[in-house]
């Protein structure tokens, strides 16, 4: 930042210095970019984060275990599901529980549900930052079925807190699971609408393809997890290559951006990856339902949960990428240290070195195709 | 499938039958009473025209002094120009609610539905809203320019209207140079909207500004050379001429006699909307990318003069379209001989004329408002391209095809003038072919339907 006043102070006339946010319709939350500007391309812009922090991870050592968990879906509450999940396995680890085997799939359903919500608002809000407004609408009508579906599970539609140290909060309400098949039924007809009606569109490809190219080992460098890094067409996922809960009893691909359009990891990659994730995520939610076991939804956990001294990571594939909680426990009922890795801060480092060269209107598109939500970023 | 969605529209609706009656009395009376005080004025518009009906009325204007019947004139005039401009605004704001309940279709929402049936009054309802909102001035604004640039906006706009048809008889003023006329006064447009850039202070405003400058300047090439294409077919730069050289039929439209016309409307197609900063050209205000552009700073009734523009803009250059490619007022089997004959030898034309007027104005204003609908659909389809594709569209494409087309109609030209029968063929080749692509159009649309589950349904508004 103070590099960036200085060349300020000695910046050429042609140069302009634009505030990129906090409060701009593309910045998805309150994120700024202080953006130098020669006319429309960029010289490079600096993202300025940090105006969403809310102390989610001091709060985590303040409140007792499970009074952490409705504070995890304020981390990514666009996929609070993960954050749930994350944490929940995180502290199974350190009590060293065993989830049954029926929360462990209700935890895969409502995961990849969650999953396919927050691509629909990711792949969404990219289309309309492209400035086409009507797919918007659409991916956001599919996604009101599926708030409606986890309204129906636990309650609530956007902060979830529905996974539980041990297990789930609720089983199943009754007819759910015809709800869901009828509804997945409609999304995978409906994504190949979605892709007739903008992913194909010449305008779009034509915004998109060769923009904002990350290469499969600057993304590796630069810690990009998720979406974004198989975009640029590193083959890695969380669930399949460290699988964990229900994930290793069901078959799915692991799409990878192979430069459909463009080279790999451009943005149409980034965004394409996302839209074939959904159909990928149909296809578990199915596999869950059908294999899914009978029995209980929760472990036996103490009331006074007071793991023993030690530490524990857990690693779960969020909508936005690997999302980490490493929580250290000092034999208290509270934690001692909790710490979450999320996805879009690491998403946001690269965006200075990529941002050289581009246009203003490929800023945004590289911001929404990067997929950041902003209290990810500063939790 | 989508439980919210269809659980509000099985909802029935309760539009009290009052609330009904008053939309369609505003809705359909508005227009009607500003488009027949159009009807019954524009004729007048002639100095002559307008002592004879002061004459049958008992006043003989002709006794009076040069001076005295000027004045009277200019007088009319005015108040033909304030119905006119109502009328412009009038459209402008109607355009602003069938757009909205389009695009809410489109996305499946529900769209305006609070004041009036159907919430048609919500573009009254926004503009006595904004109207009462702070005018807000920048403090380092250039505040001349900041509060100049909505008039020099509004009058680019309302001058066109000068030379806008209506309908056989009903223009302004039908100049000989008209197509020229409008193309040269819809530039203030432009120099509004830099200035407003400018004016602003803001950064975000400056970048719309200097957007909006390089779109419009560099689409008024392709625009003005695609209108030379009819203008070359009929020999007239005149609005009135170049529709009177057109026939009421679709074989007969400049847009397919010429097998270049359909080409030559594309592209004016794509240009106006450039001009107009329409999707996917409205890089100028630009929301995900510049905020508001040039809007930015505006507030109140600066901003619904530009508003107003905007969407009054669109039954501009649907109006100017539907002139110079599809037969503009061209009434089926009433050629020029039977207006002629039903004007009658008298000083004032007969009933019957009259009735030909409507008609010419109910067909005028039914295909403005088609191609007005077409724009309305490419809005709420498409993406916006970037600045730089937006430049190399416009100089690499449809510059070199607008300037094939010109030169392809004057050889097209001259083999019409050697042989007229090539301009029948074309026409009926080119008609029978449209019909065909609307077929092929119609099929796929139903399929593409049918595949996601839904079906055609034109119920649920």
Known sequence: MDKLILRRVDRQNEEMILNFGPQHPSTHGVINFLVETDGEVLKRATPDVGYLHRSIEKIGELVGYPGFMPYTDRVDYVAAMFANEGYAIAVEKLL??????????????????????????????MVMDIGAFTPMLHGIRERETINDLIEALCGARLTYNYHRIGGVAFDLPEGW??????????FDRFLVEYDRLISFNEIYIKRLANVAVIPGPMAVNYGLVGPNLRGSGVDWDVRRDMPYGAYPNFKFNVPVGKGFYGVSGDSFDRYYVRCLEMAESSKIVRQALETLPEGEITAKVPRNIKPEAGEALSRVESARGEMAYYVVSDGTNKAYRVRVRTGSFTAMCIIEDISPGLMVADLVALISSLDVVAPEIDR | MNATIQDLSARPRKTARGVVLATLAVGFGLPTLLLAAVLALSPLSKPAMLAAVLRAAGVDVTTWSPNAQYVLWAVFMVVLALIIVSFAAVVSGMTVWWEMRVSARMQSR????????????????????????????????????????????????????????????LIAADLNVGIFYITAVTALVVVGILIAGWASNS??????????????????????????????MSGTLSMQGIIRSQGAWPWEWHAFTNPFGLVAFGIFFVAQLAEGNRTPFDLPE???????????????????????????????????????????WQVPFAGPEIFAAARGAGELPGAGWWGLQVLSMIV??????????LVVWVRWTLPRIR???????????????????????????????RAPVASDVAGGVMVAAMVVAAFFFARQTRQNISAVGDRVDFTNW
């Open chain 2, 387 to 417: 600045v730089d594709q937006m430049m190399s569209l416009c100089w690499k494409y449809l510059v070199p095809f607008a300037f094939v087309t010109f030169v392809a109609t004057l050889l097209w030209e001259i083999l019409v003038a």
């Open chain 1, 96 to 125: 060293k529980l065993e989830v049954p085997p029926r929360a462990q799939w209700l935890r895969a359903i409502s995961c990849e549900l969650c999953r396919i919500a927050s691509h629909l608002v990711s792949v969404g809000t």
């Open chain 1, 177 to 186: 699971r015809d709800k869901v098949l009828a509804f997945l039924d409609h």
């Open chain 2, 110 to 169: 529900i769209g305006y539905n609070r004041v009036g049936a159907a919430g048609f009054f919500q573009w009254i309802a926004d503009a006595v809203k904004l109207l009462f909102k702070e005018d807000l001035i920048p403090a380092e604004a250039d505040k001349l320019l900041f509060r100049a640039s909505p008039y020099f906006v509004l009058t680019g706009f309302a001058l066109v209207f000068v030379a806008l048809p209506f309908g056989e008889s």
């Open chain 2, 286 to 328: 630009a929301e995900s990318e510049l905020v508001a552009g040039y809007l930015s700073e505006y507030s109140s009734f600066r901003f619904a003069l530009f508003f107003l523009v905007e969407f009054g803009n669109l039954w501009v250059m649907s109006a100017i379209a539907v002139t110079l490619f599809f037969g503009g």
């Open chain 2, 364 to 373: 005028f204003v039914t295909k403005t408002l088609v191609v007005l609908n």
């Open chain 2, 203 to 232: 950064k975000w405003a400056l970048f719309g500004g200097m957007r909006s400058a390089a779109q419009v300047i560099s689409y008024e090439i392709p625009s003005g050379l695609a209108a030379m294409v009819p203008v070359m």
